[in-house]
């Protein structure tokens, strides 16, 4: 969609979902390689990289810190000049909007720099999230941070490296942002943890990747989203069809932990698999399921769950708090809103399916994931007649992750009727 309304009705597929859905690539391994090879001593050309709000961040913040980056959105490619560490311009300016990567992995990042400043500031949202924790850590590095939370100043010493301590347990990102920059330190880091970190297979997915840089590839090819596929998992139960997911990659050495999504549904009985492909299966009851590993596809779940049969239990979650929004009380609030009976706690949602109630216009918070699980459940032909009966609000809050994603429903739903 080049151009967004503010407000888009979802048109129910009549029929059930056919045809292909290629994903994009995948947003948390497109900012770790800009990452991984902005630090390599050679030029990286990544391929199959995410285009989106996030990852244009990233770029924008690589080339104010005097990395040459070249981008072909067409070829999905991004070439970096790797500088082994060493980051190029002393002071700059670093937006990073609401992307959580960007965020945390930059503020790490600056700091190898000795002798650098830099002037840090995200979105409103942004300003809300976690990062004191990181800058603690970087503070017991040498470096001094202006305040606790966006907007800060960071004036950076290098990092000698040694014993630092850390509490991840609001964001895995601020783990994986002190293990990135860890070989260039004058000796590696020597993370001690407090607390339970969060997401811990985006920490596997950083060490995994570390390992593979630390190779000096001079291409790297980004595996495609396994968090948007999950969308498309949810359409092919919504709409009782089947589809291709290209650049879907089930295999167990997949370095995306959202995968496990798919095999939660297929252990459910929701969904089969086979290569690629991604068809519903008969069950149809809800789902109880513990979320903190693979928490961005929780809400992938909670918004089809009124079609479910029996309640759906979603535990380890209280995280997800403070990412984009405040996705648990979101959730709970828009589903009440279609007529859901709703318990709510700290750490999980429980959702009792009651009949949805029509001509709602969802509320999106600028959180990517409630226009786009919301936009699935309203593939849903309620009424039976193919007439909407759920609009998204600010459908363009999709971009921070997946840009072509109205587009591609739209071209599913012609294609399948
Ligand atoms: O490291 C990453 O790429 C991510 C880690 C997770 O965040 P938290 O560790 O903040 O839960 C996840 O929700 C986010 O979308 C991407
Ligand atoms: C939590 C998310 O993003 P971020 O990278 O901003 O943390 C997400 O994409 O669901």
Redesign the pocket.
Known sequence: MSSYPPTLPIIPFTQPVRGQAPLPGS??ITNRALILAALSPRTVTLRGALFSR?TRIMVAALRALGFTVATDEAALTITIEGRGGEIPVREARIEVG????AARFLTAFVCLRPDGLYHFDGDEAMRRRPIGALLEALESQGARASARAFPFTLATAGLPGGPVQLDASE?S?LLSALLMVSPHARTPLDVQLKGETVSRPFVTMTERMIAQFAAQPADYAIEGDA?AASYFATLAVVTEGGLDVPGLNLAPDALQGDIEFFRLLTARGLIRTAGQHVAHAPARSGVIAHFNDFS?TFLSLAAISPLLDGPTKIVGIAHTRK??TDRVAGMARELTRLGQHVIETEDALEIHPRPLTPDVEIETYHD??FAMSFAILGCHDLRGDGRPWLTIKDPACCT??FPAFFDLLASLRSGSH
């Not at 609401?98 to 990567?101: L, Q, R, V």
């Open positions: 947003k948390s996030d609401n992307a959580g990567t964001s990102q968090t961005d990412q984009e990517h994931r921070k992750t």
